[in-house]
């Protein structure tokens, strides 16, 4: 059936009962009724008619939509309206609302996107930078807030409580003297800025109070400064009973490249004879405003935002990449025991019962086996691949090393090959020396590992970092027929002008891989665009939300016109604050979730997996007119036989619709004599009017968005 028949329109809907009956009905993937489908974790395996009430709950209804909590995030049921009550066809008006289908309910596409790491137990959630740091009495544990982009966009706080009423007289700060900053960072993460627990704010207020409600301040400062030996800082006042304490910074640093942060390694509150009464083996507690919880995230986030995916009917996930918990050093904690983290396990199952082909990524070296091993201390150092990164296991080098990679390449393939088929060989090659010499090293032993135990796996060459044809070439030539899949990270932020060279790139990368015999598969495994709010110094190029969406929707059509699985990078991230690598929007902060909500991105995409269901590329002949520099379009055919002509307006996006050009669409070869349009960023149809003989749509507006045009049912 043709995915966007599966419309509702709501201004039809007399009555609210009925209205809502109706939607809900529909998103639920005829499901039946809402309790019918309020599946625990342990009846999901079971359940034979999955619905997204198994993965979140109806919390709120909006003009007569159920909206669904995903934990903490709140996502509408059908695309808002972004820009409403737009003229797609001259004398046509309005539309109906698309309800997406969920990635169990779609046949196939080529959307997809790399997940933040995914769901894992606590066993393997290291977070070494909790606030109890503050108050363990070791002065080289820290804790450190959630960054923000610059150093004033909120005040960050640590408030102590007291198990009783004491008489107080100052306020220890204690930073790290030696800062923690990973065992082994990569190149290009920053050594000048501040580490971990040595970050102090340039303006801080100390408060107390006897009964959580009035409070006094008692010291004020507004030159904050920790001197180059890291020596503590007391902040002395009259002394005065106090139960709470409260330390309130502002106007932070920049510390070790994650953001602006507050970061120390001890709060003391000291007693009138001295003693230091913020210590948990003395009864205190603490509670902060945020805590930084990694790139990974924590186990409770990634639980509830892990389904997202499904709502956002992708087909595809790219799992395993840096810090992950199914890299080599997660799997492998204790020598010679490999065991993948149980919860993770479940979360791929999952994945792959519910419609998505996975792509997992074998990545990144061991501590334990490397050429001078050592066993990390999980709450000393950071855990993360960018700051404690363990050398490459280099054959030539290492024969042991390499050995243990290998075993922990064969445990993987082994214990996923009746779920994934395609296997990465690292992800971003960025080791010194030759590139290309040293990858293939490693590369060519490890593919005929997976082929042994997995004659049916589809091997994915390392995904460079850029459309980086010199590497790719230079490893398909030495790997040959070992590498069925050649992936690449595209684009980063790049100015929309770039990207309409894109076709060109693929077709000459395609062209010098063919002349090594490559006839395999590309894919675009990671690619995004930032709209951070404050916008961030390190962007070169800033975009709105919606400028984000409209070329992110560009991008991946592009794509799939030209028959390429696509990744948008990552589904959610709440802790790369600076670079808004996510389909939701990072706000204020807080501890310890900071909830994070969709930004119009996440609809559009949302729109496009149902729209662009079991599409591929088409020769079919397109004719546009009257022309228009930046008018781009490509046409696809789908399975049942309809023919998509997706057309936008490409270069600069803007936040509204005045970017606008009307044009009459023929297309010889569509003469169904019914045709309509997909508008992606509101997520409605609208009926056209066609000519059967000529297959001529007159007056289509084509804005910068996509708008699929599509004929026939």
Request: proline fraction near 7%; glycine fraction near 8%; charge should be negative.
């Amino acid at each position: 059936m043709d995915s966007s028949r599966r419309s509702a329109s709501l201004a039809a809907l007399g009555r609210r009962a009925i209205r809502f009956a109706i939607i809900v009905g529909a998103l639920l993937g005829l499901c039946g009724a809402p309790a019918g489908c309020a599946h625990g974790p342990a009846e999901r395996a079971k359940s034979a008619r999955p619905c997204i009430e198994d993965f979140a709950t109806v919390e709120a209804h909006c003009a007569g939509v159920p909206v669904y909590a995903f934990g903490y995030t709140y996502v509408h049921g059908v695309s808002p309206d972004f820009i409403p009550d737009l003229v797609w066809q001259r004398g046509a008006e309005g539309g109906e609302k698309i309800v997406p289908k969920k990635s169990w309910e779609i046949k196939n596409n080529l959307l997809g996107s790399t997940p933040a790491r995914e769901p894992r137990s606590l066993r393997i959630d290291d977070q070494p930078v909790l606030c109890v740091h503050l108050i363990d009495g070791d002065p080289e544990t820290c804790w450190c807030s959630r960054a923000q982009i610059e150093p004033d966009v909120e005040p960050v706080w640590i408030r102590i409580d007291l198990p009783v009423e004491a008489e107080v007289c100052a306020v220890r700060l204690i930073p790290s003297r030696k800062g923690m900053r990973g065992f082994a960072p990569i190149p290009s993460e920053p050594t000048d800025t501040a580490g971990i627990g040595q970050g102090l704010p340039r303006t801080l207020a100390v408060k107390l109070s006897r009964d959580g409600r009035r409070w006094e301040t008692v010291r004020e400062i507004d030159d904050l400064a920790a001197g180059p030996a890291m020596d503590p800082i007391e902040l002395r006042f009259e002394a005065r009973r106090a139960k709470q304490v409260w330390i309130i910074g502002e106007e932070v640093p920049d510390v070790l490249g994650l953001g602006h942060c507050f970061s120390i390694a001890e709060v003391e509150v000291l007693s009138s004879s001295g003693a230091n009464l913020a210590l948990h083996s003395r009864g205190a507690g603490v509670t902060v405003s945020s805590t930084h919880l990694g790139y990974g995230m924590d186990r409770f986030t990634q639980d509830m935002l892990w389904p997202v995916q499904y709502d956002l009917g992708f087909k595809w996930a790219r799992v395993g990449y840096d810090m992950s918990a199914l890299q080599w050093a997660y799997v492998e904690r204790e020598k010679g025991v490999l065991a993948v983290d149980p919860r993770t396990d479940a979360a791929i199952t999952e994945a792959v019962r519910h419609g998505i082909e996975v792509v997992l990524v074998l990545d990144k070296g061991n501590w334990l086996h490397a050429p001078e091993p050592r066993v990390p201390q999980r709450n000393r150092e950071l855990m993360e691949t960018y700051y404690n990164r363990a050398p490459w296991p280099d054959p030539a080098a290492s024969p042991a090393y390499f050995a243990a990679w290998l075993g922990y390449v064969r445990y993987m393939v082994r214990h996923f090959k009746d779920r994934v088929r395609y296997f990465e060989i690292w992800n971003e090659w960025d080791e010194a020396g030759d590139r290309v010499d040293n990858y293939c090293r490693l590369a060519e032993p490890t593919a005929r590992a997976i082929r042994e135990e997995h004659p049916q796996a589809r091997v994915v060459l390392c995904s460079s970092s850029g459309l980086d044809m010199g590497f790719c070439e230079g490893a398909v030539e030495r790997l040959g027929n070992l590498i069925d899949v050649v992936g690449f990270h595209p684009y980063y932020n790049t100015d929309p002008q770039d990207i309409r060279r894109y076709p060109g790139d693929i077709a000459e990368l395609k062209a010098r891989l063919a002349t090594h015999g490559f006839r395999g598969e590309l894919m675009a495994t990671e690619w995004s665009w930032f709209a951070p709010y404050p916008p961030a110094d390190r962007d070169e190029r800033r975009f709105t939300e919606m400028q984000k969406a409209k070329i992110a929707a560009r991008f991946m059509v592009t794509n799939v016109g030209l028959g390429i699985p696509s990744f948008w990078n990552e589904t959610f991230q709440t802790h790369m604050t600076s670079r808004d690598v996510s389909l939701l929007r990072n706000t204020f902060s807080a501890d310890p979730i900071s909830p994070t909500q969709p930004q119009p991105i996440y609809y559009v995409l949302r729109t496009l997996s149902t729209a662009l269901e079991d599409v591929r590329p088409s020769a079919a002949e397109v004719h546009v007119s009257p022309p228009h520099d930046d008018l781009e379009s490509c046409a696809l055919e789908r399975g049942d036989g309809a023919l998509l002509v997706v057309l936008w307006l490409a270069g600069e996006a803007v936040d509204g619709s005045s970017r606008e050009h009307v044009v009459d669409l023929r297309v010889p070869a569509a003469r169904h004599g019914a045709a309509h349009a997909i508008d992606t960023l509101n997520g409605t149809r609208h009926e056209l009017a066609a000519d059967p003989g000529t297959g001529l749509v007159a007056g289509i507006h084509v804005r910068d968005w996509p708008l699929i045009v599509i004929f026939g049912d």
